[in-house]
């Protein structure tokens, strides 16, 4: 396989910080359909390699190509319209609002062919929010104000405002924080289901839950790759239960 068949390559991703490479010379590839966990020790560089691939942070150096397009140059917003959607540790919905008013508002304006149709834009957004509203499992929540939610309905929530905007990448920060036992089986399901037809990277702790939903685990350390390949085989490499899994 080429890089070029890839939908994410990235290589020779740099970010320094006054000195400091909290990303050295770092390779990744993604498939479309991929479910992708990245693993490592806390400091290893794992939200700032999701913070260069979404724009939130410029790279010194390298490049990251989604679907052969170099982004590296792109502002956050230009990624977001090329399909990549960010979920960050902590969710950021709007508490106020209802579940359906948080859909609702994440559907991507200026994307729908109805333009100025202005009722057959509401029915097309309206189908939208029910579609994904069931594929987070909130379809009988919608007119619960969001606030109101359990922790694990609000993470599931804001991965459906991203739904909202058919990512090809989805990069999911810790997703299942604070989530019951429940919340998170549920998760592995979603998980499982949403990479379908797009790309998913998830950074997560829970060694359990890397195995339910892992296709290839990538282990990240001082900004470098330390290992990546099936959940077995990095479980059983020295280096990685020196420095991750042995603590
Ligand atoms: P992880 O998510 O794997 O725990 P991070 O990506 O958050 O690790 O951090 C990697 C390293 O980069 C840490 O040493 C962190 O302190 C440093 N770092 C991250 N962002 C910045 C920044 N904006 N400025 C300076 N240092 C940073
Ligand atoms: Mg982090």
Known sequence: MSNTDFALAVEDLT?????????????????????????????????????????????????????????????EYQRVRLGIGRKFQTPSIYENLTVFQNLEVSFPKGRTVMGALAFKCDDEV?????????????????????????????????????????????????????????????????????????????????????KRIAHKVTVMHQGKLLAEGPMAQVQADPKVIDVYLGH
């Open 126 to 210: 309206k189908a939208r929010v029910q579609v994904v509203a069931e594929d987070i499992f909130l379809s009988d929540r919608l007119d619960l104000e969001a606030g109101l939610l359990s922790h694990g309905q609000k993470q599931w929530l804001e991965i459906g405002m991203l739904l909202m905007q058919s990512p090809e990448l989805l990069l999911l920060d810790e997703p299942i924080a604070g989530m019951s036992a429940r919340e998170r089986d549920l998760t592995a399901e979603l998980l499982q289901r949403i990479c379908k037809g797009r790309s998913v990277i998830v950074i997560e702790h829970d060694m359990e839950f890397v």
């Open 15 to 75: 970010v320094s910080f006054d000195g400091f490479k909290a990303i050295d010379a770092f390779n990744l590839y993604i498939n479309t359909n991929e479910l992708r966990v990245i693993i490592g020790p806390n400091g290893a560089g794992k939200t700032t390699l999701l913070d260069l691939i979404c724009g939130r942070t410029k790279a010194s150096a390298g490049s990251i190509k989604f679907k052969n397009t170099e982004l590296t140059r792109m502002a």
